[in-house]
């Protein structure tokens, strides 16, 4: 990795898309959680309000989350993405770090076609950081594109539109207009196919304009590869 980032949610446009490209070998790490909490869960451990022993061991975790991610390793990734969310909760972390952990374990059970479960991390990262004022609009995506990746269309351009609701629209054009432009054109062919053909027009033109004004540029982001290990899940 090239870069790290603080962890505290208060994130640039190249984070909410999703995914960062982080290597030639396009790992598939989230920028959310570059540099994957470790110092964030370090720093917790001086605040006196936490378990330190559950954040260490929530740390060490996290750590091997973010490595097996590097690794393509997505099976390994979510049991340890898992266990690193479960000991934040217990050692009483901060929502948004528990919500950073919690989507992590989400895009690594729908790598590897466990659904339900991609379901109930994304979801759980949502409501934390709904109630801490985190970034929401990251557990939408995600969540928009898992359903499109499964087919369900309805409830992807749903997710989608939630998305749109809340995402920084300005910030996310001038810093990650090409990744922002992918999204566009997915809420578009979700939307279309769900019935919804009305909004599509809109959403395609706004893609294309990103596209044309930016000329030569590239998405900052990878996105998540659902469904693409399932060979992994045992």
């Known amino acids: 990795r090239t870069k790290r980032v603080k962890i505290g949610h208060n994130v640039s446009a190249m984070q ?22 470790a110092a964030v869960l370090a720093a917790l451990l001086a605040g006196g309000c936490a378990n330190p022993i559950n954040l260490r061991t ?23 993405c898992g266990r690193a969310a479960t ?12 919500a950073v952990l919690w989507y992590e374990y ?11 479960e991609a379901r109930r991390g994304l979801n759980a990262a949502l409501q934390l950081d709904a109630e801490a004022g985190g970034p929401v609009f990251m557990a939408f995506l995600e969540l928009a594109r898992l359903e499109l990746d499964q087919g369900n269309l309805k409830e992807s351009a749903a997710h989608f539109a939630r998305f749109e609701a809340t995402v920084p629209k300005d910030t996310a054009e ?11 054109e997915e809420y578009a062919r979700a939307a279309e196919a ?21 000329p030569g540029r590239t998405s900052n982001t990878d996105r998540t590869p659902y469904g693409k290990y399932c060979h992994q899940k045992s």
């Open 174 to 184: 001038k810093q990650d207009p090409v990744g922002y432009a992918d999204v566009l």
């Open 194 to 214: 769900s019935g919804d053909g009305s909004l599509a027009p809109a959403l395609r033109q706004r893609s294309r304009q990103l596209r044309i004004s930016n």
């Open 106 to 116: 989400g895009r690594a059970s729908g790598a590897i076609c466990d659904y339900a």
């Open 16 to 37: 909410l898309l999703g995914g960062h490209r982080v290597s030639q070998r396009r790992a598939r790490i989230s920028l959310r959680s570059v540099g994957i909490l």
């Open 58 to 80: 929530a740390s060490r975790y996290a750590d091997a989350c973010q490595a097996f991610q590097a690794q393509n390793e997505w099976w390994k990734a979510r049991m340890n």
């Open 87 to 98: 000991n934040a909760d217990l050692g009483r972390a901060p929502p948004r770090t528990r």
